[in-house]
């Protein structure tokens, strides 16, 4: 396998423009609202828009159309494919193509978003640069939904429309459309940004591993709680094909509560989870895996002290220590 290195890699200049671009506009947005003030529908949009398009990278993007976890009623699927693209996370082809290369091939060269390279290239760094491995052969199976092969096709415009023009639009209902469009818009998509961005990061180097002790993805509550319940990403590694991501009841899953109760009223259906037993026998199997290396580690102490004792105790026959 050929690697990709550091001296061959070429800025994508559309994405990293875009990406400062994003990052200025909100801040420059957060600074005039705190001057001249800001209405509360606005704010009240920016968490509407954030909540839609984040559900729409959660239950659409990723556990819908990358996994296949479940099925979808056609309004559903237009509903995430339009507030996917507010997300400008790309299209769905394109984010479930570089999805499925993370899970195929993770930590290691095929994966985009390769936790080995450190924090800041999982975080945002590999969005910054072209990758030349992408092909889309992994993602076939997407463009026969006719919605999906659009969204691919108008994927920029749509961005556009879910971004600017719709906020704005909303906006005119309380004669702010610029601070709609910054709010719903702009803030919104930077904080939108770091949310997702956090699963491949944070949720790749903070927390526990009770599923698999093999890979660097861990099961982390408060990544949860920025990212409707993606944070329990040790489990979904080892388990990509359940809808859930928070296996248990009360862990923090709002995405797999919502696709639960659409289920009840036919808009998601074939809902797909992994048996407990499965889940029980590789929790079971990864504490047997840290008993075993528990036990190897104390007996590697006592040889260890075995060695020092023998090491410092004097020799016990004085004869034999030579003058
Ligand atoms: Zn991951
Ligand atoms: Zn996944």
Redesign the pocket.
Known sequence: MHHATSESREIDWVNTIFIAFAHVVALGAVIYSLIVGVKWENIALAVFYFLAAGLSITGGY??LF??KTYRAAWPLRLFYLLFGAAGVQNSVINWSSD??R??ADTDHDEDPYNSRKGFWWSHVGWVLFKDRLRNLDNAGDLFKDPLVAFQHKYYVPLAVLMVAVVPATIGLAWGDPLGAFLWAGMIRLVFQYHSTFSINSLAHMFGRKPYNKAISARDNGIVALITLG?GY?NF??QF?GDYRNGVRAWHFDPTKWIVKTFSWVGITRDLRKVSQQTIDRAKLQTNNAIAQANSAIADAKTSIADAKTSITTPPQNPSNVSS
């Open positions: 990723h556990r990358s996994h999805h499925r993370h899970h993606e990403h979904h590694h990509p």
